[in-house]
């Protein structure tokens, strides 16, 4: 028994230094929608970022909800549209997303907080982005595509974010905004992390999700690149190394550091209090992507 | 690994609900010379200490330096006096006691707490005890003992103690105190100790010292009691269990709650991080006695 | 147009003194599960306190759940049981009560506070309260009654109430509380809101019901007493004059005004804006309590 | 009865947007001296101003004191001297203002203000403004012209003006200010209110004087602009449209709108509570300048 | 020259445990109508007083008006009427009085504040006392006396005082007061210093009047009294020793001491500099007065 | 006596305008080893150095510790070496230096500021400067220099300093640093100073040293330069009136106020109280250095 309780010790010591280096910072996490349908996986998720609370780091969680909404859809009879992987979304389809995703996924999260003693808060991303409706020009096919109700954001209000992380509080997220005229609008979950991030300066920025972070070869794990500057990410996109649905998410923290986010990790929501791990022991679990400076 | 990483996980959850409950809260911790002696335990603790004050724990921090003194008197060519336990001080011994605990003691236990990152400062006794010298009636002779420049306190100036943890700095106190005429004065530790923690009203008192608790049997370690109230306490002196040495530090812990102080922890300082472990783990390892309510 | 505009201009000039007078205070308002049960009167209620909240109130919301918790006992297929008007909650019951007040009711309040621009977040009682079973003596037959997971406040815990409406976020309290063992257990609102209200020691407490106030003849609305003090309501009930439903609701207002609280008034919730109109215009709408002094 | 009061919340809730918006953000009223004339005129704007320091904004005023100070050179003998339409300020003249600005009007501003229950406190412009003699050359004549008297300010010593305004407390500035030698001078009113806003970087810069706002026609109230861009007030006095007494006042808001002021806003102080009315309702009275951006 | 700079020195470190021990603490000021009488006298007292501001004392200024009130009543034409040594106040004296005091006395004294760049803001006492009408029976003729606009402090709001002082502004606080019907009364200035002092329970009270101190002799400034208690105090009155005018004025301090005010000062306003030399120096000018304990 | 007083007091008020004007702003003082070779020098300065600091004044001490460090050497038999004036550290020397300048000269600093009643904390350069080796190649011989351990600061933490002089302590730090692997460096006192000036963007640098400040003929003190800005220092630096041991400190004032200092001092550290007068009195004694703006 002795022995283990000095196991115990090692452990917590082990996680002094990172502790007293992240207290205070803030660190905005984006939860992807994958990882919230395991409810074990999200639990774990939720306890880790109830202990970085705890010890002073200002947490803010930007989630989605993809599989939820789908499943919402389908019993409100809409079929789910997808182009370039983002959800075309009609004017029924805003009403189910803006729904599922308040009432159930934000809520769900909210609530899991709040039974690990953590304050939580839930902060609809309504209240926060101004976008504009996404208007893109189809690479292939040069027309315009309608994406209907998913914005972009052009401002950010941070006041509030500011206001609840001062006060310890956990502001959680929805990745819903409003253009100029009231209209509500989805916004894809990553591009709000992102632009949150951007905004505030936050000192990390971390997607979770369901890749255990940047491969090399995407079959072998042992190929995970544990640490690597942007200069290094553009090569490994120009000689192909790395592509396909990674790219877009690659783009968004090389756009997010640039705009002065101090670092972005990749962490894989699966693995049990892979969170933690990355961010208060010795051996970092998934990939981070610093500035070049 | 995935199953050492996942083990680490577990003992950092295990903290969370005690970072949660204390942190913000002052802990006052008085360590004894004894502890102090050896090196590995003096650093295992004052590592302790660092992770208190990073999880947001207020530590304040009295020291004694009871065989350093003692090494200083010899070096000094004094020879030690003691009465009832306590050091009898004569005009040249309270030179040695300034210049050991201060130079020595306490420069030590700064500089080992700066090396764990922990923003601390010597913050000593004459800055924040007013005392008036000890004269007690001797029980069996009747006449008046002179302890010399042995001090008891009658007023503490809190506002320092105060204004450095509120800046997040472990203020790090020596048992010494000033008169109104302006002399310097030494004070037992464990006095110093509670009378700080009473004018604080902290909520945790904890003695480090080299018992491992309150023992019903001091020779089986095994009847450690590891929660009293103070009624028991009393019952106990008075059925005679508990008696010896530990009567006066007992007494000191019946007198802080009684006046305001929340818990009183015995912790034995000989053992490998048991600060850490009593405080953030299931197994607490010393002995915590709480008021009646 | 001109002359709207003076109209204009003349109630927020009336507005003025009370806006004054109050900035910087804590009111604590108990919203009855009836006036929650009219959406529009809801929603004028929600707007008056997003109102109060503007100009620098600090408001804390408590509310009841009624008529929502019977519909869902419904839906459940529990029948529902009341003594002397209070819910009996057998270990089914308390799952739906908890299911309804925290995702139905309480989501519901924050959501149209939100609408409003008003910084809420919910705070479920179980985070707050420590409870004890409730266990009355019946005073007919002498036998203890068993109402199951109903619980009465031994403890409330400020802190995170103080830390929101510090930043200027307003608390949307559930009347649900958590015992030593770790069970859920609900709480007469009414209850839970003075307890909170008498552990804050706020300056009022606002009874938003479905009564117009205190009436001399409940069949008169032109008997409302607009303001009166706690000795006059003790007369008041010894001549009969006032009794029934209205009892332990006075009874509650008499303990909160002795153990601190300012002031508690009775206002009407189904009319509309009477909350606005009760406190930032000279013709008060309902009844003001007050202490004696 | 029920009507009114349902007519007076309805005031209230148009007013919230606006108190949501406006809390918390600095404001710099500059006050004409011809709206000081008429003490009802002035009244009304006050309890204005007192409301808005109510609702949480922070208000900064600035006045002018233009027949307040003719009748005192009258009084004291001095003939009043004006050069494009600014005062000649001779030594016997600036006591002369300084006594009627700091003990007459300032003093009368700040008087009625604390009859409204406003936190008000004369601040003097020579404790803020560090100034230069102003010499310009005539554009007929060609000479230096002298104003005597007469300052421009090079340095804005903010650091009072904003412990005042986050003490709650309205500063009321008069438009004087010192030079490096010490000797006082006089400020145009209008330069020293833009002069500060610069300085402090204000949300809000409103000018209120005896125009209604800006018109094309100035013979016809009807062609009030609302709200213009800088760029097009540009046009409008290249196309010759805008003109005479009011350019210097535009040029000044267009100085100060590119120096970071948010919004500069002409309002009539001759309408009762149109300052009230152009902040808080729908139907704003004036005429309000932004960037182009 | 080198001399003279080390004297100056010598001065300054002289009066650095003073500084020490003041800044940071509350010291209420009360200035006599008779030292605002000499323009030197008042001048000096006030740069002393932005001196104890700049080092950060709290300073609260307290001032009387006689001999200028006297004036403009005689202005008036009104005779002035005094019983018991305080004056009666008329319906149309309480007008003379409140301009005199407010426009004159009080702007003359925050003026000279402002020129040494004290940051000083009037307060008018009927802004903060509550007061009730003085009525008292005459001792010989048993007869109820009618004082008129004369009023007693019952209720003092301080937290606009406490608002200012935290800003680092000097109140500046005329002896008025407003009973419940709204009307203005006249309070005596030693009376309100003792109110507000006691109200705010403040470190020192000070009474800078036309007398040196506490005298044993009047007639001999050798027997000034440096420090006595409360209780020898008691003993001076009983023996005869102390008596006539300074009587109210000494049952004042024991009242503001017993409600717990740390200690009294009486300071002679006609000596240069008086106050500077009583706070900052080892030979104190005045009369100290403190508690028993 | 009485002359003697208003002295006194003149010397105070003397003193008011510097301490309003430095109050609140912080200056950042580097004391050079010889000062502190004599300790009545010394002590006189950090009485001064308490007085700034009891005046609300945020000060930050560097020091360095040459001959200190050159005994610690001696007693150690290494030799010392040094070039250009700086002292080559090899590895057994760091020790020497880290031992010397913490235990004895730091320690011996914050002792004599306590005892004058500041709080003053010791804090460590390796705890907040980054450095790098330094590496420089020979003007003459071009051959690359080895300095050993003699680091260069490339990043200043300056989180903990603002954090103590926010809480009112003095920070006394040393002039060491860490390189990226964790090895202790040795930095140059000027540098360091320089660097944390820089950082902290202080409102003074003030360099107390054994030269009376800038010389036009360094053998007549009459010659003292009291102010002057840095494009004259350049064209002193061209013509060759100022050279020699001056040149590097004078190149540090110039980079400093470049990077946004507000000025820099040259004090004579063996002149009594020098710092005071220099502060705080007419007579400024010695060079000031401010930008050209």
Redesign the interface.
Known sequence: ?MEL?????D???????Y??AF?GSIVLLKVGGSVMEVPENLENLL??I??MN???IKVVLVHGGGKAISRGMLNAGIESEFVNGLRVTCDKSIKVVESVI??EVN?NV??IL?K????A??L?GD?IFVVEKKTDVHHESGRVLDWGYVGLPVNVLTE?VF??I????IPVVTPLGRCANGELYNINADTAAAALAKAMKVSKLVFVSDVPGLLMDVHDHETLLHSLRISSLQKLKESGVVGGGMLPKLDSCVEAIEAGVGKVHLVDGRM??SL??EI??K?G?GTEIISDE
């Open positions: 028994m309780a000095i196991k115990k010790a452990v917590l010591i082990e996680a002094l230094p502790i007293q207290k306890v880790d109830a202990f705890a010890v002073g308040k009432d809520a909210v609530s709040k690990h003693k953590a304050m808060c839930s609809h209240e509030k206001k609840m001062d006060a310890g509080i049990s209090h933690l791990l208060f022991t051996q679990v």
